[in-house]
């Protein structure tokens, strides 16, 4: 079992859902993936965590007052001074949506902008290190930004949360990034050029594969529980990826790695 006691600095250690159908997204994602919906916490806004074999995976809340949900899912990055960082962020033309604020004894949150126009959300970990299970099924495979400004992207990172990146290319047809391991070998996340293929009105964004053992019976039983195929599965060099969308429309990704 690939585990870890907490994030290395800068790089992903949480995702969350922020869904308008939370009874449903805890009956879909409990069958697609195995996972646990523990009882909605009324002291965090309704706030409850799935979790997979006792530990926890993701977390999910619904709306808040008028406040609708978005149906998507928010990518966290792990930051040793979270002031620091926001500090930072808006020296790099970042924008802070939620400032700073404390979880209880759990840790420190923020929702951020990066200039490129992906949301996403820095975490100082108190008790709460994040994700501590990963590559297996269920469980976070990959991080990945899509980006229509790859240079600012590859830029903001590096200033703001301290990464040491690596060119996997850098070509028009194929411009990609990584986050080195800080902490040993390997990549920790990866930065792509999609200015050429993202639509229209749909901006930058960042997205967590999940793990699964057979990502063609992972995508049959999307459709069989009422969810929509994005993508459907294919091989590539880094796996066989596919996307999909839960029944309220909040897309995700997929991943079988290659053996």
């Not at 053992?213 to 929509?228: I, M, N, P, Q, Y």
């Amino acid at each position: 079992m690939p585990t870890r006691d907490s994030a290395p600095s800068g790089a992903p250690c949480w995702a969350d859902l922020w869904t308008s159908d939370v009874e449903g997204s805890r009956k879909f994602y409990s069958e697609l993936f195995g996972w646990e919906a523990l009882e909605p916490n009324p002291e965090f806004g309704g706030y409850f965590m799935f979790t997979r074999d006792g530990v926890p995976t993701a977390g999910a809340m619904g709306g808040m007052g008028d406040m609708p949900a978005t149906d998507t899912w928010q990518v966290y990055l792990s930051t040793d001074d979270i002031a620091k960082t926001l500090e930072a962020a808006a020296a790099e033309s970042g924008q802070i949506v939620s400032p700073a604020m404390a979880v209880a004894d759990l840790g420190t949150q923020a929702v951020l902008i990066d200039p490129t126009g992906a949301h996403h959300g820095a975490w100082q970990p108190g008790t709460f290190p994040g994700f501590t299970v990963l590559n297996e099924h269920g469980a976070p495979s990959w991080f990945e930004l899509h980006t229509r400004d790859h240079a600012t992207a590859v830029a903001f990172y590096r200033s703001v949360y301290g990464w040491e990146t690596d060119v996997v290319a850098d070509s028009d047809e194929f411009r990609y990034a990584t986050m080195r391991n800080p902490s040993g070998e390997g990549e920790l996340a990866g930065i792509m050029d999609a200015s050429g293929f993202l639509p229209e009105g749909v901006p930058s964004h960042w997205s967590v594969y999940w793990g699964v053992d057979d990502a063609d019976a992972t995508v049959a039983k999307v459709k069989a529980l009422g969810g929509s195929v994005v993508t459907d599965a294919t091989d590539t060099p880094y796996g066989r990826l596919a996307a999909g969308t839960d029944p309220a429309g909040a897309q995700f990704k997929l991943r079988t790695p290659n053996q």
